[in-house]
Structures are given as C-alpha cells and as structure tokens.
C-alpha cells in the first residue's frame, strides 16, 4: 500500500510532464499517419508551397487547439472583460502576461513536436526544398551534378527526372533529408535548453523548494 502510495504520489508530481509527453507522443504518431497516407509531393511548380503548407499549418493549427483548449486562456480572457479599470494597471498587465507566458509554453508542445518529428522524417522539407526558388541553394545542391539537374529538380521527389542520372538524384534527396534532420535535432535541443532554463528560473524563484534549504 505504502508502494502505491509512493506511486501514486509521484504520478501527481509528475503530471505535467507525463501529460506533455503524452501530447508529443500522440502528435508523433498523428505526423507519421498524414506523412504516409495524405500527403503527396507534386512534383511541381507548387513543390515549395505545398511542402511548407504541410509542415506548418498543422503546427498552426495545434497551436490555436492548445489555446483553447486551456481553461486559463478563457480565465485570463474573461478576466480582461470584466478589470477593463485594472487594464492599463502596470501590476495587471505583468500578471496576465506571465499567466498567457505560462499558456503558451503549454500549448507550443503539439506544434513544435510536430514540426521536429516531421523535420525528422525530411519528407515535407524534401519536397519543399525541390520546390526553392533560390539560385544560391539550388546550386548548392546540384553542385558537380548534370546539367539538367537544377532544370529537373521539382522532379526528384516522385522520381521522374529522367535525364539525370538515378545516384544524382539519391545523393541530392540524401543532401535534402539530413539538412532535415539537422533543423529538427536543432529544434529539439533548443526546445531542451529553453526548458531547462525555465527550471532554473523557476527554482531561483523558489528557493523554500530546493535540497539545500
């Protein structure tokens, strides 16, 4: 009984963090189901459009689910309704930006797990970046290739550049797809630091709650 208690008592404490596990998790998972069932490189003109619509309108719109699904975004919005006297209140204005601060940080967990994990597959990147539209980085990546790559780049994605050759194509989508996977660790490890910075804040703030007190 003692054990579960034990249990049981670090689960409470542990709450947040289990919860946004689990909403990266689920997001994770949701990113790999639409990469392999909905989404589909054009292989056009529209190869750059499409690519970001699919990496970050669903981001977006995570991040507007996750404000209104927090109750303290309706409190706080509520609250400005009703204080309009208190509004221009200097103490007012820095309590309800810490508490939409402490909303955000809740809500940007779905959207920048979706970002990560989908830079992590490189699908949506790779199609975009076939798509650029930028002298610098499309020589960048058909540098030392055929004459016909920068003419045929669009095309690489599905596959159907026929005038360059098969090596040409995979080391360029190769080129793509860890250029990918490099934002997306970047993104992660940032995401890391700017959390453990919030930590140690939080614990300055709260001295009574550390070891040595």
Not at 24 to 45: D, M, N, R
Not at 47 to 74: D, E, Q, R
Not at 121 to 147: I, Q, R, W
Not at 184 to 207: D, E, Q, T, Y
Request: charged letters at 10%.
């Amino acid at each position: 009984m003692d054990k579960f208690k034990t249990v049981l008592k670090f689960v409470q404490n542990q709450q947040t963090s289990l919860g946004f596990g689990l909403v990266a998790l689920l997001t994770a998972g949701g990113e790999q189901i639409f990469s392999s069932v909905v989404f589909k490189c054009p292989c056009s003109g529209w190869n750059f459009l499409y690519g970001m619509v699919f990496l970050l309108v669903p981001a977006l719109a995570l991040l507007v689910l996750g404000y209104i699904m927090s109750n303290k975004t309706w409190k706080l919005f509520t609250g400005l309704c009703l204080r309009k006297s208190t509004f221009c209140s200097f103490k007012y204005f820095c309590a309800c930006g810490v508490v939409f601060f402490q909303i955000t940080t809740t809500a940007v967990v779905a959207p920048v797990s979706w970002i990560a994990v989908a830079l992590l597959n490189g699908n949506y990147f790779e199609c975009a970046m076939t798509g650029v539209n930028v002298t610098v980085f499309t020589n960048h990546l058909c540098d030392g290739k055929s004459p016909q790559c920068l003419d045929e780049l669009y095309k690489f994605p599905c596959g159907r550049a026929t005038n360059v050759p098969q090596s040409e194509r995979d080391d360029v989508l190769a080129t793509i797809r860890a250029e990918s996977q490099v934002l997306g660790w970047l993104l992660i490890a940032s995401i890391m630091v700017f959390n453990l910075l919030l930590i140690c804040v939080a614990r300055c703030k709260l001295p009574s709650q550390l070891p040595c007190s």
